[in-house]
């Protein structure tokens, strides 16, 4: 008998769905479940990446192979664990109780194949710092959906450099400082599991390499990247401009208010939405439709050079306040815009010179404040305006906008305010049908087990009547 706790099926099935760059097709992988010398492993293979748990189990020694319908099965909120019980050479019924109510399902299990057995242990490992799992889930982010000449679709992991690189051609996450135990450059699979939940707590992320994996373990987990060794990869850090005669300093109070303020501004239902980051005499960020515009003066923010005016996507320039870029480097309208923090740079392409909303005299103005609002401007700069228009977006209170706020885990530092993504809207979707089905399908199964167990039942009490034992 295999006892496998409840929790750590339900994480593991999660962060296995996670393992996958793309939607998977066809059926779902076995897992592989083993228990020897008192440890207990849970391994599967799902093509460009490999997912382990360990734990701690009895002494008996006992392994086989189970589909992953099993995981779906004990899904659910208890902590009770599950029994594995084999019953004969090719079947196994697991037991579990849900909210007090005894429940099982029988599971048809294999020998397990070799070949899906967990890889060999890289032989070098490093520790890592805390931002390693944020830096992996960032430049996944930032990949590329669909392959192309370049390997966009990959994530770079630059040993020597100790850098981490993530691209789709018009933005660009490069993140450094990670002392990696291998000098070589790999490219691996931008898979989503490094923002999951259920890493987020683990206080100690070791990595190493084999010759076709990249292996990152956090805590009780194990999860193999494989090394794409024929695809090919652009120098992020050598495109991006070296000397910028602009330069942007951004206030941290300036942007918080800018960050609650860009899902408010003005933006036409047919186009991407965008702002206009205009560097004259001040830092200001303008958007605008026809017949309305709206300019948020920066009080606090600097900049030194030429004056410039570039048109940004909305959710780009969020993306790059919320990760804590507070300098950017400008070098024109058609060169990236390049957002440095400490051991990070993430740089954004302009829209082309169309976008860019010009200054109006009739604008309505804002400012930002002491306390990291946005509020009606009186004038300034040089451009004053004595009868402002009065502000026509939501200006939420320091309180209000704390308790907006979700508290998010460490490792999913995804932006709180940023402007509604229709594709990665229409992916959520995608995967919450993907739920619902498989928990309709769970449930075809259960019914149909209970009427064979009523057909069972029914079969007995006949042949109990037949044998008229109240005669």
Avoid at 152 to 175: D, E, F, P
Avoid at 379 to 385: A, H, L, Q, V, W
Avoid at 448 to 469: I, P, T, Y
Wanted: with cysteine; proline share 10%.
């Amino acid at each position: 008998m295999i006892v496998l706790p409840r929790a750590a099926a339900r994480a593991f099935r999660a962060l296995a769905r996670k393992c996958h760059a793309s939607r998977p097709r066809g059926p779902a992988p076995p897992v592989t479940i083993r228990q020897h010398d008192g440890r207990l492993t849970l391994h599967t293979d799902l093509g460009e990446a490999f997912l382990t748990w360990a734990g701690s189990a009895g002494t008996e020694s006992e392994a086989f192979a189970f589909p992953m319908a099993l995981l779906d099965a004990v899904d659910g909120p208890g902590d009770d664990p599950v029994q594995i019980v084999c019953e004969g050479t090719d079947g196994a019924v697991a037991r579990w109780a849900d909210r007090g109510v005894p429940r099982t399902f029988p599971v048809e299990y294999a020998t397990p194949d070799p070949a899906l057995a967990p890889p060999e242990e890289p032989t070098a490992r490093a520790d890592m710092p805390s931002s390693f799992l944020v830096a992996m889930h960032e430049a996944g982010r930032t990949a590329a959906r669909e392959p192309s000449r370049y390997a966009l679709q990959r994530i770079q992991v630059r040993g020597k450099k100790g850098q981490i690189v993530g691209t789709n051609g018009k933005r660009a996450y490069l993140r450094s400082g990670f002392p990696f135990p291998f000098v070589e450059d790999v490219l691996v699979p931008a898979v989503p599991v490094f923002g999951a939940r259920g890493l987020a707590s683990s206080d100690r992320v070791r990595v190493g390499r084999t010759d076709t994996r990249l292996v990152v373990a956090v805590g009780p987990w194990t999860i193999g990247l494989s090394i794409d060794a024929d695809g090919r990869f652009p120098d992020v850090s050598g495109v991006l401009p070296r000397q910028a005669p602009g330069v942007v300093g951004i206030d941290e109070v300036d942007a918080v208010a800018l960050v609650d303020a860009l899902p408010g501004l003005p933006v036409k239902d047919d186009e991407t939405p965008s702002v206009t980051l205009d560097v004259d005499r001040g830092v200001r960020v303008r958007a605008g439709v026809e017949g309305e515009t709206v300019e948020v003066f920066l009080t606090r923010s600097t900049f030194a050079g030429p004056p410039v005016r570039v048109a940004l996507v909305r959710t780009d320039l969020t993306r790059l306040l919320t990760l804590g870029c507070r300098t950017l480097r400008i070098a024109g309208p058609e060169k990236p815009v390049v957002g440095e923090a400490d051991h990070l740079t993430f740089a954004i392409m302009p829209l082309d010179e169309g976008s860019v909303v010009p200054f109006t005299a009739a604008a309505t103005r804002l400012e930002t404040d002491d306390v990291g609002r946005v509020v009606p401007r009186n004038g300034g700069n040089g451009r004053t305006d004595a009868s402002p228009n009065p502000a026509t977006i939501p200006i939420p209170s320091p309180e209000e906008r704390t308790a907006m706020k979700p508290s998010l885990p460490p490792a999913n530092p995804e932006p709180n305010h940023e402007v509604l993504d229709p594709l990665a809207e229409a992916e959520g979707l995608r995967n919450a049908l993907a739920d619902v089905v498989t928990r309709v399908a769970r449930l075809v199964a259960a019914l149909r087990h209970m009427k064979r167990e009523k057909r069972a039942l029914a079969n007995v009490w006949s042949s109990l009547k037949d044998l008229h034992l109240g005669a």
